[in-house]
């Protein structure tokens, strides 16, 4: 009974909210409709549709924003006047330079081998008649969650001391080969590697799909010409294929930089930025919520702005006018 | 060399690849089926020894972890969550986009161009002001506050889609319905709204998997609280209290993705359109 209770109330919960939302715009376009003099409907009327979407942007971001940077200049709990100090403590602080410097392994290492694997899939699969199986398989982990997709690794980087039997696939690999078994996620040099390799296994089926569409759209006459004139396999993939697809290769690419840039469950669920492991957005959730040092968590939350915005800038301009002869 | 041959690496390739990207899960699947005895004291791929020795599967996990790990009230909590965090930026931004689209009104050009670029604001930039408003309004925890959050938090991107598909819609229907004496409410309900279906159903998808999928969004608008806690935050606390119960951890990590698993095979088309045109989002 009680199962069923909480499910009664769930199912209002989801009614309430969502039959609210039409609700409200039936009700204000009747009001408009029926109150309205004949000449004013037509003014007011797209504001009436257009202001919960209005309200709602400046309300959860456009104030939030302006407040935050105005809060990254002051003290921890937002009292006094600071100035830059906020900043200049994030870039002396030891642990925040470690959380930069695992940024850009992340960056690098998730970009760099998810695009060029993802490429290399979509080419290989591309010439099998069995292609939409590797493809679906690849593309599967999209599916899954971060938090999901860190318990799945979290099995498979399991540590048990040698002589035990081992459950996670990587140790059961290394120590049946004779090694010794490894600490993915404690060992320093490795660890930050470990959870990179989760988002590259999430990562790689967006990339495959994105650059897949992409070499489909090659001319065949093109290859077929190139062939015909002596070209080989590798010939034709760097001097055909990737300059024909650069401009899709540049909007992958930045897209996984922008979900990189602010990667934060992994991070979270698997050792809690402990081990050397930190990035900027699990090092901002710390001064927020452990730390309650608003003035450098809003800090930064204004780096990670200006970091994004360039790379926001070149990703909307390939994403809204692709051109594949550049 | 004949052709079979040159062919042979490529689907060596590709086999090895699809392998290695289907294992984790698939250890994940086996290990969630097997009793807590044997997940702690042997590797899942023992049981390919005699795979088909059915007794030493079982859906024990299961019930323990949605009973008494308190998946069961996440998995409701998750759809409390998803689903109106779903249907009102879709109705929103429909709304605004139609606006946008095919209402005349001075600033119309401008005020899309502002909602665009408010697709860079990292929600890290929002944080802490909405934190703070949500203590003294009491939103904090309540399942109306993060539906706003997210319903805010995709605007941008869902009236940058929908904007962008209805204004393509062929504009002589738009004229010959407003010339026969159709309201825009006519007009949006029953023309806009039916032809604009792909769009729709393509951001649905890419929502309602991105609510289901959030942890940054709950953890910091919902606190930790079991009774209102989706599933992504339930699994995260069983990664901290129960670290060293595979039995549970596995099967509680299938349970938050039988969801988004049967979202994508049931709605592959979509599914894809909408992780490809939702990839911009902050």
Redesign the interface.
Known sequence: MV?FS??GM?VL??L???GG??AL?YGA?ALV?RFAPGQFK??I???V??A???L??L???????V??VY?SLLDARSQSFVGLNNYSSLFADPGMGEAFRNNIFWLVGVTGISVS?GL??AV??D??RYEP??KT????????????A???????Y?FRPAGT?????LN?VITSLGFEPVGWLVERSLNNFALIAIMI?LQ???CM??LSAAVKGIPQEIIEAARIDGANEAQIFWRIVVPMIRSTILVVST?IV?LV??V??IV??MTAGNQGTEVI?SR??KE?FSFRH?GR??A???L??LA??PI??V??RE?RHPNPTR | MPPWLT?TP??L???T??LL?????L??LI?SLRPPAD???????TVFQHPFEFTQYSLENYRAVLSAAGM??AL??S??IA???T??PI???A??A???AW???PGRQW?FLA??T??????????????RAYGNLGLTGT??GV???H???S??LG?YLLCNYIQALPKDLVEAAAVDGA???AIFTRLIVPLSMPAIASFAVFQF?WV?????VA?VFLGGTPTVAPL?IT??NL?GSRGQD?HL??A??FV??TV??L??FALQRY??RG??AG??K?
Do not use: C
Not at chain 2, 39 to 45: F, K
Not at chain 2, 118 to 131: D, E, G, K, S
Not at chain 2, 212 to 216: E, H, T, V
């Open positions: 199962v909480k499910i769930a919960a989801i309430v909210g969502s939302v039409v715009f376009n409709e037509g003014r009327l797209p504001w549709y257009l919960p979407a209005l709602l942007l309300a959860y971001l456009v104030i939030p924003t407040l935050t809060v694997l290399l899939i290989l699969a010439r099998v199986l590797p398989l690849i593309f599967l982990p999209m599916a899954i969650s971060f938090v999901g860190s318990v799945i690794w979290k099995f498979i399991a039997a081992q459950i996670g696939l059961g296994w790689t089926g967006f799909v994105l897209t922008l840039l602010k934060f469950d979270y669920v957005a901002m959730f927020m608003y968590g809003s930064i939350a204004v990670l702005l994004v915005i926001m800038v990703n909307i994403f | 062919r490529v689907h390739a590709l086999v690849l699809s990207w289907t294992l984790p899960s250890g994940l290990s997940v702690i004291s042997s590797g899942w791929w069961g009230q409701l909590n759809f409390t689903i109106p965090a249907v009102m109705a929103i931004a709304f605004a139609y606006a946008l209402m005349e009104f005020l909602i665009v408010l697709l860079v604001v990292p929600l890290q930039m929002t944080f802490i002001p909405l934190l399942f109306a539906w706003l959050a319903t805010g938090y605007l941008p009236i309201t825009h409410w998997l289901w999928n959030d942890l940054l953890l992504t699994l995260t990664v595979w951890l596995t509680g990590a938050t993705m988004p698993l979202v994508f599914f894809v992780l490809l990839s911009v902050g």
